[in-house]
């Protein structure tokens, strides 16, 4: 069965990024990190997971004048393409909640009312979205159930 290993993120600084995604998930690591070119640009990466999921952050500094598709955000409101959001089942979502909370960050919608399921969205420093799911139900028609 296929499963997912990792997303590849571009972000302008990874710093925000990393220090939410550690808030979020303290058991996390950086599991490397380094610097190269990718395209003719320098660029710093680094990937932070445990040993069988991550994200790669992916820093470039690129001149806004020249390429400002590289720097422009996708605006979460709109129907543009791009990345809308991140979603990560944890087993405690007011666990989650209370350490993003308490390091400042504030949910900026707190999803739907679900009778088998319970989810919350952030945005990080970055502009990035991060959903957090907590199912109340293992039985999967009961989690994948849509209204």
């Excluded at 290993?5 to 710093?15: P, W």
């Excluded at 989650?96 to 919608?109: D, I, K, S, T």
Aim: glycine share 6%; net charge negative; hydrophobic share 35%.
């Amino acid at each position: 069965m296929p499963r997912l290993e990792h997303v590849n993120l571009v972000v302008t600084a990874i710093e925000p990024t990393l220090t939410f995604l550690l808030t979020a998930f303290p058991e996390w690591r950086v599991r490397g990190e380094g610097r190269n070119e990718w395209e003719g640009m320098p660029r710093r990466w680094l990937h932070v997971g445990d040993d069988e999921v991550y994200l790669t952050l992916n820093e470039f500094h690129v001149d806004e004048a020249r390429q400002p598709e590289r720097n422009r955000k996708r605006d979460l409101k709109s129907a543009a393409p791009g990345l809308a959001h991140i979603g990560f089942d944890v087993p405690s979502l007011d666990d989650v909640a209370a350490r993003l909370n308490a390091a400042g960050y504030v949910a900026h919608n707190l999803g739907e009312r679900h009778p088998h399921r319970r989810n919350i969205y952030y945005l990080d420093g970055e502009g990035l979205e991060f959903e957090f799911v907590e199912y109340l139900s293992d039985a999967p028609a009961e989690k994948n159930l849509y209204r």
